[in-house]
């Protein structure tokens, strides 16, 4: 070999290497991008959603509850499929230890919001579940197009609905929902408190 073809070999090398450092790079530093959505549906909040009306028609219309919070509501579901019921970022863990231990479930560890106390004669509009960490383009934004899609929430309504909400939008949705709930009784500041949680990240 010459070295002049080694030179070029080497030069080749380097900056292929410089490429796989780089996307490797990119990959750790942009984990809203690279999560358990990527490839597929991590948590499908359409089979939340089925799952939640399924629970209404067994029981007269009115969605699952708890005294102990959402989370223990949501526990309560048997929908098959843990990982519709919450959100990016989020894993099952907990389902597996409430059940096993019977002790509560900390609303803390559940990806997606549920709103308590209400039923299907409430208003469709009402978003019933909703992720708490906003994604690019949401659950349902897949591959390479989450590289440029706007950072989103998924939200289930009341009616059947699955809504994709971008977190621009979000202070102006959140709004109209806390009222929404307020004229369907709850409380304003429980309202508020599904609206203002913290998550995790």
């Not at 997606?112 to 960490?133: G, H, W």
């Not at 709004?175 to 709930?181: A, D, E, N, P, R």
Request: proline content about 5%.
């Amino acid at each position: 070999m010459t070295p002049k073809l080694k030179n070029r070999l080497s030069i080749v090398c380097g900056i292929f290497v410089a490429v796989i450092a780089t996307c490797f790079i990119y990959v750790r530093t942009h984990p809203l991008v690279f999560n358990e959505s990527f490839w597929g549906h991590g948590h499908c909040i359409v089979g939340g959603g089925e799952s939640l009306s399924t629970y209404a028609h067994d029981h007269f219309g009115r969605f699952p509850y708890h005294t102990n919070g959402y989370g223990d509501a949501l526990v309560m579901l048997d929908s098959g499929w843990d990982a519709s019921l919450t959100g990016p970022c989020y894993n099952t863990a907990v389902f597996t230890r409430v059940r096993r231990t019977g002790e509560n479930a900390p609303e803390s560890e559940f990806g997606r919001v549920y709103v308590q106390a209400l039923s299907e004669t409430n208003d469709p509009e009402i978003a019933l579940m909703f992720d708490k960490v906003p994604t690019p383009g949401g659950d349902h934004c897949h591959l390479l197009s989450r590289l440029f899609a706007p950072l989103s929430r998924e939200v289930w309504t009341i009616g059947s609905a699955r809504k994709v909400i971008h977190e621009r939008d979000w202070p102006a949705f959140s709004k109209k929902q806390i009222g929404l709930l307020v004229a369907a009784g709850i409380e304003p500041e429980q309202a508020e408190q599904y609206y203002f949680e913290n998550s995790k990240k």
